[in-house]
């Protein structure tokens, strides 16, 4: 079971470099979601997806672009990065959101901007 | 607005003896409540959850919770803490009529259990 996969695993980008970082999941849940977590902070909720094609704004979207085109993927991008954005990234997908069940977190991408 | 606290930045207990790590929050209405364990460079995992029901909630690892209405706490307990327990533990609250577009995380308490 491969649950929700995240690459690259780590990743240096130099200020203003553009990068996507892909998350998929094979769980065929409907929502998804990509956090950043800073040392701390907790998570902080960057965008989120209600299902192939829909897409809206977390608490700090911020910099980010976002896609759905698929129900397995949801892949994040970043545009012209910056130091600020140096952080572990995490996807995530739930079934439903209305649901009472948990998220299920990928291992995170490391990325650190120079 | 939702809210979490976790007081404790790092929590140190000796295996075999019981551990507390402590969460309250605030919520309107009647909340939801999750805890979830993040170990060394891997994502967070799900320990348990407070949804209604009784108050003592049991999850994966014989952790368990009690939730707290009039004290707006949902503390996580092990009656016998173990060495590999060491982890980074997240407290989660989201209000009942909310998503999980609305889940808000606490800044985790680090447990280490010493041998």
């Known amino acids: 079971n491969a649950g929700v996969t995240q690459t690259p695993k780590f990743r240096i980008l130099k200020i203003g470099q553009s990068m996507t970082l892909q998350c998929t999941q094979d769980m065929n849940h409907n929502y998804m979601y990509w956090y950043r977590q800073d040392p701390g902070m907790g998570l902080k909720l960057i965008y989120y997806?209600?299902?192939?094609?829909?897409?809206d704004k977390g608490e700090v979207p911020n910099g980010y672009n976002v896609s759905r085109s698929t129900t397995e993927d949801f892949p994040l991008r970043l545009e012209l990065a910056a130091p600020s954005q140096t952080s572990v990234y995490f996807c995530?997908?739930?079934?439903?959101?209305?649901?009472?069940?948990?998220?299920?977190f990928g291992e995170g991408s490391r990325l650190t901007v120079l | 607005a939702q809210s979490v606290a976790q007081p404790e930045d790092q929590v140190n207990v000796a295996e075999g003896n019981p551990l507390t790590v402590k969460c309250t929050y605030s919520v309107s209405g009647n909340p939801y409540l999750f805890w979830y364990v993040q170990y060394p460079n891997r994502g967070l995992q799900f320990l348990l959850k407070y949804i209604t029901g009784d108050n003592l909630v049991k999850g994966s690892y014989g952790f368990e919770a009690e939730f707290n209405k009039s004290q707006t706490s949902f503390h996580l307990k092990k009656p016998s803490a173990l060495v590999s327990d060491s982890a980074l533990y997240f407290c989660a609250v989201r209000g009942m009529n909310t998503g999980f577009q609305k889940l808000v995380f606490g800044t985790g308490t680090r447990l280490l259990v010493s041998p």
């Open positions: 995530a997908s739930s079934p439903e959101t209305a649901n009472t069940g948990e998220l299920f």
């Open positions: 997806s209600v299902g192939a094609g829909i897409t």
